[in-house]
C-alpha cells in the first residue's frame, strides 16, 4: 500500500489536526517508517498534552533522546511552561537585584500571560527551522504539532510580532512577552521561509471521517494556504474497514456516516491528496503497533474475530459484559438529578474539541429545563452551536452563542468610544494599532462571557466552552482581570469577580468531557492540572462516544471496546463523579434525542 503523504517526503514533515484524531500515532509511525528505511529522522513534539514518550515507552525531554527500539530515529518533547519560564527569566533575570521588587512584580506579571507561553513555544520551534546545525545530523525533522487552533496562532505570530516590532506598537498586555523579540527576527524570518517553501516542508492535515474533524481541517488548510503553506496533505484516521460491520447496527451506521462524510468533502480539501488509514483494534502503544498502522492490511474479506483481537492485551477481555467496569452508570440522569437539587448556578462543560461538549451540554441544560428550571445554554467555542443540537423549542431554556468576531468588535467599539474619547488623531490611530494585538481576542471574548456568568445567581446557566486551548487563555484573563480587581479593591469589603464566581463550589460545576482513549483522557488530566493552578477542580467527569457502553456486536468494535476498558477504569478511580455516555447510530440532536442522554440507565452516578 503506497501512502500519498509518505512519496517523496521533504525535509520538514507537519502533523497536524484536533485533538484526538490520531496525528500522535501517525507521526510516530511515519517516523518509526522512515527509519526503518535507513533515514536519520529526528520527532519533535510541540503539543502541549504530548504523549510521545508514552507511545514510544521512552523518557523524553526537550533534547533530542533516541529511541532504542528503533535505530535512526530520536524524538524529544517541548514543554510550553518549561520553555516560558526559561524566557521569563532570560528577560527578568538580568534586571533582578537591580530593580525594586515592585518593579520586578510588575515585569514578571506583564510576561505570565499566554502570549509569553506562546512565544516561548514558537522560539523553541523556529530554531529548528532556521538554524542549520540544529538539524544537521538528521535527513528528515517530523514535528507533532500542537492541535490545530493552537498551531495556526502559532503560525501567526511571526507576521503579527514582526508587524509589531517593526513599528514599536502593540497592546500593554502583550508589551512584556514582546521585550524579548527583537533579536529572533532573522530566526522568525527563515522559519516563515522554511514552511512556505514546498520543497522543504510538506503539511499533513489529519481528521476523522466526520463532518466536524473534516470542517477543521478545511478550516486549517485554508488558513494555513494563506500564510504559504500550500503543500499539503490529508489523511483521514481511523476508518471502519469496509465489511467489518459483520450485521452490526451501529457499525453499520458508523461506516454509512463515514463513507457519506468522505463523499462531501469540504472544498478546501477535496482536491489535496488524500489517504485514508484503518481503524485498528487496539490502542496504537508501541514500536509494533506503530508499523501496524501503515502497513499493507489483508482485504476485509480475509478478515476473522480472532484477528481482530489479536492486538488487544491479554490482560482485557476480548468480549465485554453488558455493563461497564466498576459499575460505571451509563446516562446523564444522576448528574442532573444532583444539579437539579438547586434553583441555579453555573455549569461549564470543559475538555479538548472534538469530544461531544455542546451534546452533552446541550443534553443537561434540555434535562434541567424540563425539570421546571430557567436555563440559559451558552457558548465561548468558535465553532460551536448548541442552537443546532438544541434544535426544537423548549420551555424554559433560552439558547445563545458568543461570536468572537461580534464580541472583538464590540469591545473594539466601546474602547475607541470611550478610552479613545479624549485622544487627538494620532492617539486614537495608536489605540485602534493596540485593538489589533494578538490579546484583543481573549479579552473581549472575556467580557461577554463574564456577562452571561452573573446570570447564574438567578437560575441556571450552562456553558460550552471552548477547546482546552482556547478556554485557558479565557480563563487566564479572568484571573488577570481578577489580580487587578483585588489591587484596586483591597480598600473595599465587598467585590465579586468572575474567577470568584469560578472558585465557588456552591455556585459553579465545572464537568469534564473526554473520551475513552489515550489522547483524550490525558488531555484531560493535564487540563484538570492547568484548572487546579487556577484553583478551579471538576465537579464530575463524562465519558463520551463509549463503545463498551454501546454493547456492539461488530468484532472489531468489540476489539476497540475492550481497549476502552483501562481508559474507563482510571477516570472511575480518579473523578469523584463519572458518567457514561455510549457511541449512538444517530448523532444525539434535537431534544427527544437529547433526552435519551440522560435516561439511558436507571443505575446512579458513580460517587466517591
Not at 82 to 87: I, M, P, S
Not at 160 to 165: A, G, K, L, M, T
Not at 258 to 271: F, G, H, S, V, Y
Request: proline content about 7%; overall charge negative; aromatic content about 4%.
Amino acid at each position: 500500500m503506497t501512502l500519498d503523504f509518505l512519496a517523496d517526503v521533504p525535509r520538514f514533515l507537519f502533523f497536524t489536526g484536533k485533538g484526538g484524531v490520531g496525528k500522535t500515532s501517525l507521526a510516530c509511525a511515519t517516523a518509526v517508517s522512515l527509519a526503518d528505511a535507513g533515514q536519520r529522522v529526528l520527532l519533535v513534539s510541540t503539543d502541549p498534552a504530548s504523549n510521545v514518550g508514552q507511545v514510544f515507552s521512552v523518557e523524553l525531554s526537550n533534547t533530542p533522546t533516541a529511541i532504542p527500539a528503533v535505530p535512526g530515529l530520536e524524538a524529544l518533547e517541548i514543554d510550553p511552561e518549561a520553555a516560558a519560564e526559561a524566557y521569563r527569566e532570560k528577560i527578568v533575570g538580568p534586571v533582578r537585584g537591580l530593580l525594586p521588587e515592585t518593579e520586578i512584580a510588575a515585569i514578571t506579571e506583564s510576561l505570565s500571560g499566554s502570549c509569553t507561553t506562546e512565544i516561548a513555544s514558537f522560539n523553541e520551534f523556529t530554531g529548528f527551522l532556521s538554524d542549520p546545525v540544529a538539524t544537521a545530523a538528521y535527513d528528515h525533522v517530523i514535528f507533532d504539532t500542537a492541535p490545530t487552533g493552537h498551531t495556526i496562532r502559532l503560525l501567526e505570530l511571526p507576521g503579527d510580532w514582526s508587524s509589531f516590532i517593526e513599528t514599536g506598537k502593540g497592546d500593554a498586555s502583550c508589551l512584556g512577552p514582546m521585550s524579548g523579540l527583537e533579536k529572533h527576527r532573522d530566526a522568525y524570518a527563515s522559519a516563515v521561509a522554511a514552511l512556505g517553501d514546498p520543497d522543504l516542508t510538506r503539511l499533513v492535515l489529519v481528521a476523522r471521517a466526520d463532518p466536524p474533524s473534516l470542517a477543521e481541517a478545511a478550516r486549517a488548510a485554508t488558513e494555513l494556504a494563506d500564510r504559504g503553506m500550500r503543500r499539503q496533505y490529508l489523511v483521514v484516521n481511523a476508518v471502519l474497514p469496509a465489511g467489518s460491520a459483520q450485521g452490526d447496527e451501529l457499525a453499520e451506521a458508523i461506516g454509512a456516516k463515514e463513507q457519506a462524510a468522505l463523499q462531501d468533502l469540504p472544498t478546501a480539501l477535496a482536491d489535496l491528496p488524500r489517504d485514508l488509514v484503518g481503524l485498528k483494534p487496539g490502542n496504537v502503544v508501541g514500536v509494533a503497533a506503530l508499523r501496524g498502522l501503515l502497513a499493507e492490511e489483508q482485504p476485509p474479506t480475509r478478515t476473522t474475530p480472532a484477528d481482530l483481537h489479536a492486538n488487544v492485551r491479554s490482560d482485557q477481555p476480548a468480549d465485554l459484559p453488558s455493563d461497564l467496569p466498576d459499575g460505571l452508570p451509563i446516562g446523564l440522569d444522576a448528574l442532573v438529578e444532583e444539579l437539579a437539587q438547586d434553583d441555579h448556578g453555573l455549569v461549564m462543560c470543559m475538555g479538548k474539541g472534538g469530544v461531544g461538549k455542546t451534546t452533552v451540554a446541550a443534553a443537561i441544560a434540555v434535562a434541567l429545563a424540563e425539570r421546571g428550571h430557567r436555563v440559559h445554554l451558552s457558548t465561548t467555542d468558535p465553532a460551536g452551536h448548541p442552537e443546532g443540537v438544541v434544535r426544537d423549542a423548549v420551555e424554559n431554556l433560552t439558547v445563545t452563542r458568543i461570536d468572537p468576531d461580534e464580541a472583538i468588535t464590540g469591545y473594539r467599539d466601546r474602547v475607541m468610544r470611550s478610552k479613545g474619547a479624549g485622544l487627538d488623531a494620532e492617539g486614537r490611530a495608536q489605540l485602534a494599532e493596540d485593538l489589533r494585538s494578538p490579546c484583543t481576542a481573549e479579552v473581549a471574548v472575556f467580557h461577554a462571557f463574564s456577562r452571561i456568568i452573573n446570570e447564574a445567581g438567578k437560575h441556571f446557566v450552562v456553558v460550552d466552552t471552548a477547546p482546552t486551548g482556547h478556554t485557558l487563555l479565557l480563563l487566564d484573563t479572568t484571573g488577570s482581570y481578577h489580580r487587578e480587581v483585588t489591587r484596586n479593591m483591597v480598600a473595599q469589603q465587598h467585590f465579586t469577580t468572575p474567577m470568584m464566581r469560578l472558585q465557588d463550589p456552591e455556585l459553579t460545576r465545572l464537568i469534564l468531557v473526554t473520551l475513552p482513549e489515550t489522547t483524550p483522557v490525558l488531555e484531560a488530566l493535564e487540563f484538570e492540572q492547568d484548572l487546579a493552578r487556577a484553583d478551579l477542580h471538576p465537579w464530575a467527569w463524562v465519558v463520551n462516544e463509549s463503545l463498551a457502553a454501546a454493547r456492539t456486536t461488530s468484532p472489531l468494535l468489540r476489539a476497540r471496546a475492550a481497549a476502552e476498558v483501562e481508559h474507563l477504569q482510571d477516570v472511575a478511580e480518579h473523578a469523584e463523579r463519572v458518567a457514561v455516555l455510549p457511541m449512538m447510530a444517530a448523532e444525539p440532536t434535537g431534544a427527544e434525542q437529547l433526552r435519551r442522554l440522560s435516561n439511558l440507565a436507571p443505575q446512579s452516578t458513580t460517587t466517591r
